[in-house]
């Protein structure tokens, strides 16, 4: 959201508040993602949602400057994006529906990670968190992944699950960098999979269309315009794809969820979240 966009949304911020989220199991440290294996052919039953989210920072992205505790892009535990009451990792660990795993540290553009396994279904959930000043780089691993370009493997206890461009559903989750950046590669799929994607950031149809036309996938849910990207929304579209539900009806949901929390008409949220091209 750039500084020159609505002042409303800062309003927004304001009212949100940080949990004292700390993991309650292990924090495994990692220096450089060694429990991932780069391009491994792998077998699995489980199936994976990855989640790129990219810590809001007031002083790497151009932003509408939110408070300064919430908005430090090198401090997960209280941003916004990630340990706040509607943040990533705060919101699903307190969910019904997924299973806290593990916390990883990590040193790098990604500064943890957090697994979780959903209570009846057989898949799992990676949420990474970038530092805000790696934004470009947070978003150029999504595209790639969502192309299948890039595909990892991650290992959890004797278990090993895909990442990345392995995974069957991936999200993007942040302020809309590419407003401030521009990216020059191409991003074209290589495998002849089709990926389901969802973005959460400001106008992101708009900014991602030009980078995911060639990429194969299919956006469950984008948007037209400014947005609060916060986890609840996230939280009931993946509610609804793994029951099964198509792209309206996933749409839907994340609609309703985001005029629940944000207290605006469902069809002013429903003419925000949209879905496909």
């Known amino acids: 959201m750039k500084l020159l966009h609505f002042p409303i949304l800062l309003f927004c911020f304001l009212m949100l508040a940080c949990s004292n989220d700390k993991p309650q199991k292990e924090t495994k440290i990692s220096k450089n993602n ?9 077998q699995s039953d489980a199936k994976t949602i ?3 989210v990219a810590l809001c920072d007031n002083k790497y992205q151009g ?3 939110v408070p300064e505790k919430i908005g430090n892009g090198q401090d997960p535990d209280n941003n916004l994006y990630w340990g706040c009451a509607f ?3 705060t919101y699903f660990k307190k969910s019904k529906e997924w299973k806290f795993v593990e916390s990883r540290k990590l040193k790098s553009e990604k500064l943890e990670r957090i697994i979780f ?11 990474d968190a970038y530092d805000g000043k790696f934004i470009k780089e947070s978003t150029k691993d999504f595209i790639n992944s969502s192309s299948g370009k890039t595909k990892d493997t991650l290992e959890i206890g004797k278990t090993t699950i895909g990442i990345g461009g392995n995974s069957k559903l991936l999200a993007y989750v942040g302020h809309e960098g590419l407003m401030d950046f521009q990216l020059t590669e191409t991003f074209e799929n290589t495998d002849k999979e089709k990926r389901d994607v969802i973005i959460l950031a400001c106008y992101s149809k708009n900014y991602f269309s030009p980078h995911l036309a060639k990429a194969n996938v299919n956006p469950l849910v984008w948007t037209t315009n400014l947005m609060a990207p916060e986890a609840y929304t996230l939280h ?9 539900e198509n792209n309206e009806q996933i749409r839907t949901r994340a ?3 985001y005029s629940k929390y944000q207290k605006c008409s469902e069809k002013a949220a429903r003419n ?3 879905t496909g091209f």
């Open 34 to 42: 060694s429990a991932e294996k780069k391009a491994i052919p792998f």
């Open 50 to 52: 990855h989640i790129f």
């Open 63 to 65: 932003i509408v400057p």
């Open 87 to 89: 943040g990533v990792r």
């Open 117 to 127: 396994k959903h209570a009846t279904k057989n898949y799992y959930l990676v949420a």
């Open 236 to 244: 009931d579209a993946i509610s609804g794809y793994l029951n099964g």
């Open 255 to 257: 609609a309703k969820a």
């Open 272 to 274: 925000l979240l949209v």
